[in-house]
């Protein structure tokens, strides 16, 4: 079973950055999308990217410009670069694979993060 494991949460300033980072213990292939989520307390999960094997990228439209999704297949991670951070980025960001195949979905624990002065 694909474990997924994210890191790189906290508390930041507004406008800050930070980076998160999901690792996958098994492997990523083409037929995986990868993607980060977010919820709020109170609040729905929301999609906040997604990244194709191809490295073709999706975006909420709240943090287009602001945020960068990437992938590195051969370490089994996918990042996220989280730049101006603003106070309604506050969430738990979930990192997900989805197969394509099989519309499997597999999420991590979560990671915190807090965009606070």
């Known amino acids: 079973q694909v474990q997924l494991v994210e890191s790189g949460g906290g508390l930041v300033l507004p406008g800050g950055s930070l980076r998160l980072s999901c690792a996958a213990s098994g492997r990523i292939f083409s037929i995986h999308v990868m993607g980060w989520y977010r919820q709020a307390p109170g609040k729905q999960r929301e999609l906040v990217a997604t990244?194709?094997?191809?490295?073709?990228?999706n975006y909420a439209d709240s943090v287009k410009g602001r945020f960068t999704i990437s992938r590195d297949n051969a370490k089994n991670t996918v990042y996220l670069q989280m730049n101006s951070l603003k106070p309604e980025d506050t969430a738990v960001y979930f990192c997900?694979?989805?197969?394509?195949?099989?519309?499997?979905?597999?999420w991590g624990q979560g990671t915190q993060v807090t965009v606070s002065s």
């Open positions: 997900n694979r989805k197969n394509l195949i099989t519309t499997m979905n597999d």
């Open positions: 990244i194709t094997n191809s490295g073709i990228t």
